[in-house]
């Protein structure tokens, strides 16, 4: 069983991470939340608010802004991290010397690495020491941190290498309005999570085309089938991407205005340039970066993944929208499932 003692330590005070910090604090815990900007910290200190990522907001007084890392790793056996993939491995390294050997770690990042190709938990456990009794888990679905904050009713996934654990924090982590399912497949879970945002980048691309909902369905169904080739080449049960972390997310994602990925398509579809788009935003759209390692990724794999590769070139290389448009409708028909049908 695992120990409740101490508070919960959240790692990351994004629109995200505050969201199931202040989660946490409602049902009940003591959280301590860890605020990476000092004039942020500052604000939620003084203020009670993030009015950086959630304005408006007011935040439990059982939530904590802490500045020290250290601190809140050493106090908190039950810890989630919600940093952006790109700086993902940076902290583990900086929590692993005051980690508890017994500590629970719920990843609720959604991406890939760049340089290893690695999901969240593959960075962890890399980084860990082959006999670490320390538990890693991850946390995927369809929600949006300001709908979760208005106790909109959500639904998502979590997932972990055994039952038992993953039911504990199931039952620690769900409320009335916020409803959790268990999986034992966490490289689906994970790599759902980071693909659906590149789709949602190239749903974005097409509303900013004005394309249209033909178009959008399109890119959702066929970028379901590329995100699970990839995962079920890498070990995933194909079902899952038919779940909340998988076509949930997804649809999401490639829809909601709240999508920060979808956002930043719409402006490259209507000629923004991606510079300009990225520097009007705090917040991080981990499409952008999950699209490098998507691309190399589905290369390393030999997974063929055309929305994602071409996504991979209008950020990358600069390629014009309307081309890739030609460019994915006029590929070698096929058949629609992945064999060939019996005649």
């Known amino acids: 069983m695992i120990e409740h003692k101490g508070p919960v330590g959240v790692i990351g005070a994004g629109s995200w991470g505050t969201t199931l910090a202040n989660l946490l604090a409602d049902k009940g815990f003591d959280v301590n939340l860890w605020v990476f900007e000092k004039d942020l910290f500052t604000i939620i200190r003084e203020t009670g608010e993030n009015s950086f990522y959630l304005p408006g907001f007011r935040l439990h007084e059982r939530l904590k802004a802490c500045d020290c890392l250290e601190s809140v790793v050493r106090d908190c056996g039950l810890i989630l991290m919600v940093v952006p993939s790109h700086v993902y491995r940076g902290v583990v390294k900086q929590m692993l010397p005051h980690l508890r050997e017994d500590a ?3 990843s609720a990042t959604k991406g890939i690495e760049n340089e290893s190709l690695l999901t ?33 009713p ?30 034992l497949d966490k490289i689906g879970v994970e790599i ?17 085309l004005s394309f249209g909902y033909n178009t959008r369905a399109a890119l959702i169904t066929r970028g379901l089938a590329e995100t699970s080739r990839l995962g079920v080449k890498m070990g995933a049960h194909p079902l899952t991407f038919a779940g909340l972390a998988g076509v949930g997310d997804l649809l999401l994602t490639c829809t909601g205005d709240l999508s920060r990925n979808r956002t930043v398509g719409f402006q490259l579809g209507q000629g923004k340039k991606l510079d300009e ?3 009007g935003m705090r917040m991080v759209a981990e499409g952008v970066m999950t699209a490098k390692s998507i691309h190399a990724l589905a290369r390393r794999m030999e997974v063929e993944m055309p929305i994602c590769e071409q996504v991979y070139k209008i950020l990358y290389e600069g ?12 590929r070698d028909l096929k058949h629609e499932l992945e064999f060939s049908p019996k005649v």
């Open 192 to 208: 759902a999570g980071a693909s659906k945002n590149v789709i949602a980048v190239a749903a974005g691309v097409s509303d900013g």
């Open 154 to 183: 959500t639904a998502v996934t979590l997932a972990g290498d055994d039952i038992e654990t993953t039911q504990e924090i199931q039952q620690i982590i769900s409320t009335g309005r916020f409803r959790i399912y268990t999986s």
């Open 120 to 152: 969240m938990s593959g960075i962890w456990k890399e980084l860990l020491p082959p006999d670490s009794r320390v538990r890693v888990l991850c946390i995927s679905g369809p929600s949006f941190a300001k709908e979760v904050m208005q106790n909109i």
């Open 104 to 106: 629970v770690i719920v």
């Open 277 to 279: 788009i990225l520097g």
């Open 319 to 330: 390629k014009d929208p309307l081309r890739v448009v030609r460019d994915l409708m006029e």
